[in-house]
Nanobody
Framework: QVQLVESGGGLVQPGGSLRLSCAVSGSIFKINTMGWYRQAPGKQRELVARITSGGSTNYADSVKGRFTISRDNAKNTVYLQMNNLKPEDTAVYYC???????????????WGQGTQVTVSS
């Protein structure tokens, strides 16, 4: 019923920038918090950034000052602007959205398929 479609990943040199997008579609009543997570090989999935429906944000310490999360509620889309990328940012990035679907009174998590970000010279 709900799909999260990500775009914008790829290969970039250290110090470069990428902008990830995640568009949500389906039988949606309300989208609450949206966020980005990442998982590097052999490591646990970790929160990168998240943003509430009211615009409040949280960032992992490792990306604070370099990444910016934003959302366009009219387009049901969340973005992650990544600047000054470092090799340690290399990971699969996953879009996450907490959604109440039509006909439901309760929210649940939905996930995108993941997009690869590789930072290397």
């Amino acid at each position: 019923q709900v799909q999260l479609v990500e775009s914008g990943g790829g290969l970039v040199q250290p110090g470069g920038s990428l902008r990830l997008s995640c568009a949500v579609s389906g039988s949606i009543f309300k989208i609450n918090t949206m966020g980005w997570y990442r998982q590097a090989p052999g490591k646990q999935r970790e929160l990168v950034a998240r943003i509430t429906s009211g615009g409040s944000t949280n960032y992992a310490d490792s990306v604070k000052g370099r990444f910016t999360i934003s959302r366009d509620n009219a387009k049901n889309t969340v973005y992650l602007q990544m600047n000054n990328l470092k090799p340690e940012d290399t990971a699969v990035y996953y879009c996450n959205s907490i959604i109440i679907i039509l006909g439901s009174l309760y929210e649940r998590d939905y996930w995108g398929q993941g997009t690869q970000v590789t930072v290397s010279s």
